[in-house]
């Protein structure tokens, strides 16, 4: 059987090719004309999707790489600040040292009292620098002027925050140097920084009070409920317990299968689950049944689920006067040395290396015969020293060979005050007193050092973060150029391939289409 093919489907058909032929090489042309492979979404969908992608990758490597140039400036501003200070101190030393010398006389004191005056006010200025309205060395508050003068130094106005700036993917770095850190300046009085948190673990603190858990909040009487993995639960009443040993003595006699303990760290709780092969969490939770509810289990830093044991948060004890001194900074322990001590014109060395408790450091400081008066504030987490003589006078904490100030956080070298102490004593034709000051200078010096080469290292890690963000950024472009452009070779090859196919389709149609008598007949 013959099938008749009638004219419009012959024509259909050759118009059709001719569509595709032209359709291909248009799509060629486009590709060749754009160089990408990928215009749309419908052209390779999966492919548009890795693309995306990758862009997003580049775009925030773009944005840690300008993080990057921002921390670089804003550190190198702080060394340039940080490298005058060192030069200003280098020549007050110089004029400490000279004016000490028996060869000087009161006229010659007097006029290098003017110098040092001026360069009191240069250290002014350049403890003040900014850059791009930021203070440097302001704290977080970098809107605030940090410093101003005082008739016995400097008053502070900043804060201790540290600035923070992502480099990486979870690669943040501090960018700045806070001024009460940098230069330690303290007027009247030296508060220390919280470091005195002891371990719970060791010794006799296992009798550390509840009451002086959480920074000294404390923690709510009351009850907990703990289920272990087999879903045996226990209600603990906890409101007699008195030391963090009550507590664990508490949770290992109650009737679930769990062993509560100190953590590794030394300063918090470790519940255990004992079930072998649990098939549920070990949760520990408030007491539904407590009115008013209460808030014991998240005091004592349990308060949630987790399967096989629970890590139990910081509980940020603090210290009493008879907490031995190697259980402080979170068991770490502090190797006492000697500090020195200079309240307004009184200087001691005191002897810190016989001290077993928070309390014989205080005792020292306060039997030192400087008119200090040292105690533990009431956060139970900080030494603080007070001066008993008025008018604000300079107090000076720093360090004879050791980091045992540093350790105890009242290291106070004072920057500015230390110059205050030269110009007085100069004024004062004191040559005594300014060859006790030269060691307060080195002092201020080597803490301009230490920031020096704080602000080295960020520069070290934003260099390194750098490198490997460049790396990064370039294979991210090939694996995106591999993906979306175009082989120009390839596609240049294909446009002349079907433009020949294009020119014989039209060929073939032309032939295909001539009228022929039969064409008339119907």
Known sequence: MVTRISNPVIVNTALQNVQN??????????????????????????????????????????????????????????????????????????????????????????????????LIEQLLQTVNSDFGGRYLFAGHDTKT???????????YHGDSGLMYVEIGPGNVVPINIPGNQAFATRIGEVIGDPVLEPDLSAGPVYDTPLALLNDGAGVQAGSI????????????????????????????AAPVDVTASINADGNGLFIDDNTVDPTLPLIIAEDPAASPATTTAADLGILGSSVGSLMGSNLDPVAELDTPVFLLNEGAGINLGTIRITNDTQTASVDLSSALTVGDVIDAINNAGVDVQASLDSTGNRLIINSLIGDTPIVIVSELGGTTAEDLGIFAPGLIEVAE???????????????????????????ITSARAKSGQ?????????????????????????????????????????????????????????????????
């Open 145 to 155: 002027i940090p410093f101003t003068r005082t008739d016995t130094g400097s008053a």
């Open 225 to 252: 409920v703990i289920t272990d993995g087999t879903g045996a639960s226990a209600t603990i009443d906890l409101s007699s317990a008195v030391t963090i040993g009550d507590v664990i003595n508490a949770i290992n």
């Open 421 to 447: 102490a030269v110009r007085q004593a100069l004024l004062n034709n004191d040559p005594e007193r300014l060859t006790e000051l030269i060691a307060n200078v080195d002092d201020a010096t080597s803490r």
């Open 21 to 118: 032929s032209l359709r291909q090489l248009q799509h060629t042309q486009e590709t060749l004309a754009t160089g990408l492979v990928i215009r749309r979404p419908s052209d390779n969908p999966l492919g548009t999707a890795v693309v995306m992608r990758l862009r997003a990758e580049i775009n925030e490597i773009d944005r840690f790489i300008s993080n990057i140039d921002f921390v670089e400036s804003f550190v190198t501003a702080t060394e340039g600040s940080l490298g005058i200070l060192n030069d200003i101190l280098l020549d007050l030393r110089e004029i400490t040292v000279t004016e000490a010398n028996d060869t000087s006389n009161p006229e010659s004191r007097a006029a290098a009292a003017e110098q040092v005056n001026a």
């Open 458 to 522: 960020n520069l070290v890690q934003t260099d390194f973060a750098r490198s490997r963000l460049l790396d990064l950024q370039l294979n991210f472009h090939e694996l995106r150029s591999n993906t979306e452009e175009a082989d120009l070779t390839e596609f240049a090859t294909k446009l002349v391939n079907q433009e020949v196919i294009y020119q014989a389709a039209l060929s073939t149609t032309v032939h295909v289409l001539q009228p022929t008598l039969f064409s008339f007949l119907r």
